[in-house]
């Protein structure tokens, strides 16, 4: 699947003409408090997530409370700017190197459902006449026996074990999941040569262990908080096989020190298994991380995307390698 290259939205929330643009492989996004880095991601989700995820967006990245009617009138209704129904919202998005200009566009209706479509060249498909048709969902699903794209929204709260354990447990069924986990955190940890889950006497409780070439395996648990973050956000990402990872505050709950680890994760199987990244941060030092593990890969591929309230817009204002380089040397702000 191609990478998206920009986004836009209109009357979404308190995005009224809105486009991000330029996107790359990890899209860092920062801005003020309350300037809408959340709402923005759950325009993502809308956008491009599956119904199951779509449906649960009250609960995903905010706190909700209350019955259905509750949650109607104090969540779904403010996807409407100022919960003003009267106004069209729409959201798309374009893909990288797409030379025909593929769209993926999702509309509301009335009822908060969506309206999912495809603007897709005629070669693609057999149905309409002119030179783009409009495609819905259910077509395009059946005719490339696949969503849209497929995204993985990332726990808030990560570093539960058990939780750990049993996402390791599942990526080894899969087909190539355990190598494809240990290919990666061999990243931050060069001598791993396999993980086991074992119930190693005189323990009597189950747990995941690394050969790192000494006589004896080591359990996950000795490792650094890095090493445990990244095994469960790619555990995660492997059992989900998603196109997309989203997630907000990225750098929540873990040790500055840990930063550098679990980007030089992250990156490495966002590149070689063509994963795009959405992620919102409030850290320096998280964008300091990602920036330094970015300059170890071949291409350059991250952009820090710093939303901020110009006359009562939201715009989105993008930051290259360059610019990146610029505020460090220089210690000016970039969240």
């Known amino acids: 699947m191609p990478l998206v290259d920009s986004v836009q939205f209109k009357n979404y929330r308190n995005f009224t003409d809105f486009e991000m643009k330029d996107l790359k492989r990890v899209n860092l996004i920062v801005g003020d408090s309350n300037v809408g880095k959340t709402g923005l991601l759950e325009g993502l989700v809308t956008l491009w997530g599956d119904e199951q995820q779509f449906k649960a967006l009250p609960n995903t990245f905010r706190m909700n409370y209350g019955n259905d009617i509750t949650t109607k009138e104090n969540f779904w209704s403010w996807l409407y700017p100022e919960k003003n129904k009267s106004l069209s919202v729409e959201l798309a998005s374009h893909y990288i190197g797409s030379q025909d200009h593929e769209v993926h566009r999702v509309r509301f209706r009335d009822d908060f459902t969506r309206y999912k479509e495809y603007v897709t060249p005629e070669k693609i498909t057999n149905a309409g006449s002119g030179r783009f048709n409009?495609?819905?969902?259910?077509?395009?699903?059946?005719?490339?026996?696949?969503?849209?794209?497929?995204?993985?929204?990332?726990?808030?709260?990560?570093?539960?074990?058990?939780?750990?354990?049993?996402?390791?447990?599942?990526?080894?069924?899969?087909?190539?999941?355990?190598?494809?986990?240990?290919?990666?955190?061999?990243?931050?940890?060069?001598?791993?040569?396999?993980?086991?889950?074992?119930?190693?006497?005189?323990?009597?409780?189950?747990?995941?262990?690394?050969?790192?070439?000494?006589?004896?395996?080591?359990?996950?648990?000795?490792?650094?908080?890095?090493?445990?973050?990244?095994?469960?956000?790619?555990?995660?990402?492997?059992?989900?096989?998603?196109?997309?990872?989203?997630?907000?505050?990225?750098?929540?709950?873990?040790?500055?020190?840990?930063?550098?680890?679990?980007?030089?994760?992250?990156?490495?199987?966002?590149?070689?298994?063509?994963?795009?990244?959405?992620?919102?941060?409030?850290?320096?030092?998280?964008?300091?991380?990602?920036?330094?593990?970015?300059?170890?890969?071949?291409?350059?591929?991250?952009?820090?995307?710093?939303?901020?309230?110009?006359?009562?817009?939201?715009?989105?204002?993008?930051?290259?390698?360059?610019?990146?380089?610029?505020?460090?040397?220089?210690?000016l702000p970039l969240r």
């Open 134 to 331: 409009v495609v819905p969902a259910k077509v395009y699903e059946e005719y490339f026996h696949r969503d849209f794209l497929k995204i993985n929204i990332l726990p808030i709260g990560i570093g539960d074990y058990e939780k750990q354990k049993s996402l390791f447990n599942k990526v080894s069924l899969m087909k190539n999941g355990e190598s494809q986990l240990i290919d990666s955190l061999s990243v931050i940890e060069p001598r791993l040569n396999g993980l086991r889950y074992l119930e190693a006497p005189p323990s009597t409780q189950p747990m995941v262990y690394a050969d790192v070439g000494l006589d004896y395996k080591i359990p996950t648990t000795q490792f650094g908080h890095g090493f445990t973050r990244s095994m469960e956000m790619l555990s995660n990402l492997i059992l989900s096989g998603s196109d997309i990872m989203i997630a907000d505050e990225i750098e929540n709950g873990i040790h500055y020190s840990a930063l550098g680890s679990v980007w030089k994760a992250i990156i490495d199987y966002a590149v070689k298994n063509d994963v795009q990244v959405f992620a919102t941060t409030h850290s320096r030092e998280c964008i300091a991380a990602a920036h330094e593990a970015m300059e170890a890969q071949d291409n350059y591929e991250l952009n820090v995307i710093r939303l901020q309230n110009r006359k009562g817009e939201v715009v989105a204002i993008n930051h290259d390698e360059e610019d990146i380089k610029t505020a460090f040397d220089l210690n």
